[in-house]
């Protein structure tokens, strides 16, 4: 897209996802990410900037390459990548003129990613991350010093982001000795953390220097939603900037303070959107909505419920389209376990609403956006918690009439293929058929098959094998097998490294064996989700029609 003209048109023709885009400073090159079919291996290619010919630039098959950056000059592409360290990832400085190469970190004891370079290249940023509520960052330097950036603790917690404002002043949002996470800064001329800006009730999420205007650009999340913040480093104060969606994707500032924002809502698909410095409305730069649908689509209600312990969840319920209404409700419970259902568009959501069904979507333990602590309750407690957050969630609807305990159907993807199967398996009376998306069956063997750089963190996730054996056992949803009874679809990416279809063969083989109503999509070309748009209809469809049957 040439701005200020907003048609937009494509530098690529081939049928894979793009995982990452690093465009030249210069405007000469771009540097492309993306992988194959979904097996998440990115490899990295490099174009003009008007494409044409892909050439490949760091590729080894088999690893997995992440960019950090591009040097302003665009003579240095600095990554990481699992290449000689499949379990911690190494990182490296790739030189775009000679084509030589160095390693400047080894990764170790955690999987180890870059962040960002000094303005001066005198030092660089990293993250090691053992868990999804456990990352730390450290600053190194030429000479091999590091500095770590939040002060060292037992208690375990997580930065999210930090950008250099100068080689000695670092600005981070980081969660250390707080529930919620909260801007602060690390002076490294004298070691010094100090916490700047906190907000109650909201969790920082994204942060963006903007040194024309010496500010940091901050969005944040409250469950459901995000709100973005202007931070004046000379004054040490915020403001709130509305915005026209409801959840962000990514953030970017130009120079001339301009303010670029991709994001959605809940009856909104992903759009780009522009806010000019000094103006207070928002132009909309793509245009991209619903073909095909003449019905409005349907925003959801928010609810809170007491699970069996007292503890309150968050609810988002969606009513089908009362012309079509047939009665039926929806369980679907989000995939992670650590993310959450949030006020954002869903393709999946909107196609079956005007169907006629409705969908009710609990942020049930482990959901992030409430804080540490609520993240971390499902960590070791797969099976438990979650699952009965989910049956009182349930309960609470029908009690209030929003749902009919004759018209229950089950549904979800990946962590949620996995409780779909599970409440198979243990609440079988509750719904009248189930559809698993990517979902694992057995906690033994996922631990055993997930990618290399997932391992060191299966044992705080889910549990050990052999010290948790028997917890595993009773987490996992082939341990009832002979409790399952209701008609399933199960679906599969053949490519899947998350999820492998070895977890999906496993349980098809058992229900069928038992002789239970079982049907089993695989979809050769794709890994955990959808990358080409032609599966994801055909899947749809699918799901439609198996539901259908039930109604």
Same mark, same amino acid.
């Given at each position: 897209?040439?701005?200020?003209?907003?048609?937009?048109?494509?530098?690529?023709?081939?049928?894979?996802?793009?995982?990452?885009?690093?465009?030249?400073?210069?405007?000469?090159?771009?540097?492309?990410?993306?992988?194959?079919?979904?097996?998440?291996?990115?490899?990295?290619?490099?174009?003009? &900037?008007?494409?044409?010919?892909?050439?490949? !630039?760091?590729?080894?098959?088999?690893?997995?390459?992440?960019?950090?950056?591009?040097?302003?000059?665009?003579?240095?592409?600095?990554?990481?990548?699992?290449?000689?360290?499949? =379990?911690?990832?190494?990182?490296?400085?790739?030189?775009?003129?000679?084509?030589?190469?160095?390693?400047?970190?080894?990764?170790?004891?955690? #999987?180890?990613?870059?962040?960002?370079?000094?303005?001066?290249?005198?030092?660089?940023?990293?993250?090691?991350?053992?868990?999804?509520?456990?990352?730390?960052? @450290?600053?190194?330097?030429?000479?091999?010093?590091?500095?770590?950036?939040?002060?060292?603790?037992?208690?375990?917690?997580?930065?999210?982001?930090?950008?250099?404002?100068?080689?000695?002043?670092?600005?981070?949002?980081?969660?250390?000795?707080?529930? *919620?996470?909260?801007?602060? *800064?690390?002076?490294?001329?004298?070691?010094?953390?100090?916490?700047?800006?906190? /907000?109650?009730?909201?969790?920082?999420?994204?942060?963006? $220097?903007?040194?024309?205007?010496?500010?940091?650009?901050? +969005?944040?999340?409250?469950?459901?939603?995000? *709100? /973005?913040?202007?931070? %004046?480093?000379?004054?040490?104060?915020? &403001?709130?900037?509305?915005?026209?969606?409801?959840?962000?994707?990514?953030?970017?500032? *130009?120079?001339?303070?301009?303010?670029?924002?991709?994001?959605?809502?809940?009856?909104?698909?992903?759009?780009? @959107?522009?806010?000019?410095?000094?103006?207070?409305?928002?132009?909309?730069?793509?245009?991209?909505?619903?073909?095909?649908?003449?019905?409005?689509?349907?925003?959801?209600?928010?609810? +809170? $419920?007491?699970?069996?312990?007292?503890?309150?969840?968050?609810?988002?319920?969606?009513?089908?389209?009362?012309?079509?209404?047939?009665?039926?409700?929806?369980?679907?419970?989000?995939?992670?376990?650590?993310?959450?259902?949030?006020?954002?568009?869903?393709?999946?959501?909107?196609?079956?609403?005007?169907?006629?069904?409705?969908?009710?979507?609990?942020?049930?333990?482990?959901?992030?956006?409430?804080?540490?602590?609520?993240?971390?309750?499902?960590?070791?407690?797969?099976?438990?918690?979650?699952? !009965?957050?989910?049956?009182?969630?349930?309960?609470? =609807?029908?009690?209030?009439? $929003?749902?009919? #305990?004759?018209? /229950?159907?089950?549904?979800?993807?990946?962590?949620?293929?996995?409780?779909? !199967?599970?409440?198979?398996? #243990?609440?079988?009376? @509750?719904?009248?058929?189930?559809?698993?998306?990517?979902?694992?069956?057995?906690?033994? +063997?996922?631990?055993?098959?997930?990618?290399?750089?997932?391992?060191?963190?299966?044992?705080?996730?889910?549990?050990?094998?052999?010290?948790?054996?028997? #917890?595993?056992?009773?987490?996992?949803?082939?341990?009832?097998?002979?409790?399952?009874?209701?008609?399933?679809?199960?679906?599969?990416?053949?490519? %899947?490294?998350?999820?492998?279809?070895?977890?999906?063969?496993?349980?098809?083989?058992? !229900?069928?064996?038992?002789?239970?109503?079982?049907?089993?999509?695989?979809?050769?070309?794709?890994?955990?989700?959808?990358?080409?748009?032609?599966?994801? =209809?055909?899947?749809?469809?699918?799901?439609?029609?198996?539901?259908?049957?039930?109604?």
């Amino acid at each position: 897209m040439n701005l200020p003209d907003t048609f937009s048109y494509p530098l690529t023709f081939f049928d894979q996802s793009i995982q990452s885009l690093q465009f030249d400073k210069k405007n000469r090159f771009i540097v492309i990410g993306y992988d194959h079919h979904g097996n998440e291996n990115t490899q990295l290619y490099v174009m003009q &900037k008007h494409g044409g010919e892909i050439k490949p !630039l760091r590729t080894q098959e088999g690893d997995q390459h992440i960019v950090s950056s591009l040097s302003k000059d665009g003579k240095k592409l600095y990554y990481s990548s699992t290449k000689g360290n499949k =379990m911690f990832l190494n990182s490296y400085c790739y030189d775009m003129d000679t084509g030589e190469e160095d390693l400047i970190l080894e990764g170790d004891g955690a #999987r180890t990613y870059l962040i960002e370079i000094s303005p001066e290249k005198k030092s660089f940023m990293y993250i090691k991350t053992y868990s999804n509520t456990h990352t730390v960052a @450290y600053v190194q330097y030429d000479n091999n010093k590091r500095v770590l950036l939040t002060p060292s603790s037992a208690i375990q917690h997580n930065v999210f982001g930090a950008v250099y404002v100068s080689e000695e002043i670092i600005y981070l949002i980081t969660n250390y000795d707080a529930d *919620s996470t909260y801007l602060a *800064s690390f002076n490294l001329a004298t070691n010094e953390f100090s916490k700047c800006l906190s /907000l109650e009730n909201e969790s920082f999420s994204t942060i963006k $220097y903007d040194k024309q205007r010496n500010s940091l650009y901050l +969005t944040t999340s409250s469950g459901i939603e995000d *709100s /973005l913040y202007q931070f %004046d480093l000379l004054k040490k104060d915020h &403001k709130e900037i509305s915005t026209p969606i409801s959840i962000f994707q990514k953030l970017e500032i *130009s120079k001339s303070g301009d303010i670029f924002l991709l994001g959605k809502s809940a009856t909104k698909p992903s759009n780009i @959107y522009q806010k000019q410095f000094n103006c207070s409305e928002w132009k909309e730069l793509t245009y991209f909505r619903v073909p095909g649908i003449k019905e409005e689509l349907i925003e959801p209600e928010v609810f +809170t $419920y007491s699970s069996f312990d007292g503890l309150e969840i968050e609810a988002l319920y969606y009513k089908g389209n009362e012309e079509i209404s047939n009665g039926h409700l929806i369980l679907w419970p989000h995939g992670g376990p650590q993310a959450s259902e949030r006020k954002m568009f869903s393709l999946l959501f909107q196609f079956l609403l005007n169907q006629g069904y409705s969908i009710f979507a609990p942020n049930f333990r482990g959901s992030t956006g409430y804080g540490a602590k609520f993240s971390q309750m499902v960590e070791g407690d797969w099976g438990d918690g979650p699952r !009965l957050d989910i049956i009182h969630g349930i309960e609470w =609807m029908i009690e209030r009439g $929003y749902a009919d #305990r004759e018209k /229950l159907l089950l549904m979800g993807k990946s962590y949620g293929g996995y409780m779909t !199967l599970l409440l198979a398996g #243990r609440h079988p009376d @509750y719904f009248k058929a189930g559809i698993d998306m990517f979902g694992p069956s057995n906690l033994f +063997t996922l631990i055993e098959s997930v990618p290399d750089a997932w391992k060191p963190m299966m044992k705080k996730w889910i549990g050990d094998p052999d010290e948790n054996k028997d #917890r595993l056992i009773d987490h996992s949803p082939i341990t009832y097998i002979n409790g399952m009874k209701m008609p399933l679809l199960v679906i599969q990416g053949a490519n %899947d490294p998350r999820v492998v279809k070895a977890e999906s063969d496993q349980i098809v083989n058992a !229900l069928q064996e038992k002789g239970i109503d079982v049907e089993y999509l695989v979809l050769e070309d794709e890994g955990h989700g959808f990358s080409k748009k032609e599966n994801e =209809m055909k899947v749809y469809r699918k799901i439609l029609e198996f539901f259908d049957r039930f109604i």
